[in-house]
């Protein structure tokens, strides 16, 4: 069974601090997906990234990174000096092969205090 | 390039009533899912669409619940009739690679919030 937790509920920071959103998966599969997606208060779920099971490479997009650890099921995503604009919910989600079922987590709403 | 449409934005009906919302996908996307989102949580397939045929209908309460994807692009989700516990957003997204292949990118519509009193 797939399983996404982000126990992160809500966690705030001042502008300019780092923060670092975890997530931890539980899948059978060993090929897999694991997605970011922002909802910001619009509502809209924007895609930010995708990985699949077999690329650990961290990821760094501007002030945006993520940490891929299969050893320990985690797919951390890190932005660094944060914004106001960054203040919304963000979700993790898995996928497993050939089927486009996301399996999302329960979110963490971010809020960025300037 | 357009992204997922869907309408409308807010619905508010009584409980017992019946509810449609539309959805057009991003031009040449061959999936289309349906999702709910309940506050507070995170979003949860409803039913999945490969061009006009259903790929994957195993969480939609099919009692109350129905969807189509007639011509294989535009797609109408329905619920008839609505219970207080449908108080969600219900959101549309579409992909481009057909589901059989590697997961392709789920690209989300702005979603319709709908209330149930």
């Known amino acids: 069974a797939q399983k996404v937790t982000q126990a992160q509920t809500e966690i705030s920071v001042v502008e300019k601090e780092d923060v670092t959103l975890d997530c931890v998966y539980e899948t059978r599969d060993t090929t897999y997906y694991l997605f970011w997606y922002k909802q910001p208060p619009s509502g809209e779920l ?3 990234i995708r990985r699949n099971s077999f690329d650990e490479q961290n990821e760094i997009s ?4 993520w940490n891929f650890q299969k050893s320990t099921s985690s797919f951390n995503f890190t932005i660094t000096a944060s914004q106001v604009v960054d203040s919304a919910v963000y979700f993790c989600a898995l996928s497993g092969p050939g089927a486009n079922n996301l399996f999302f987590g329960t979110g963490t709403r971010l809020t960025v205090i300037p | 390039e357009a992204g997922v449409a869907q309408s409308p934005r807010y619905k508010i009906i009584e409980k017992r009533q019946s509810v449609a919302f539309w959805c057009n996908p991003i031009s040449g996307h061959a999936t289309l899912y349906w999702y709910q989102q ?3 949580q995170g979003p949860k397939l409803l039913i999945q669409f490969q061009n006009n045929g259903v790929v994957d209908d195993s969480q939609l309460p099919k009692d109350r619940f129905s969807a189509e994807r007639l011509k294989g692009v535009d797609s109408t989700l329905k619920i008839q009739p ?9 959101l549309c997204a579409s992909s481009l ?3 059989g292949g590697a997961a ?3 690209y989300f519509g702005p979603g319709t919030r709908l209330t149930v009193l």
Do not use: H, M, N, W
Request: charged fraction near 20%; proline fraction near 4%; avoid cysteine.
């Open chain 2, 82 to 90: 609505a219970k207080l516990e449908d108080s969600a957003v219900y």
């Open chain 2, 38 to 40: 309940i506050l507070g």
């Open chain 2, 104 to 106: 392709d990118t789920q």
């Open chain 1, 62 to 65: 501007g002030r945006y990174s």
């Open chain 1, 46 to 48: 924007v895609f930010l």
């Open chain 2, 97 to 99: 690679v057909p589901s």
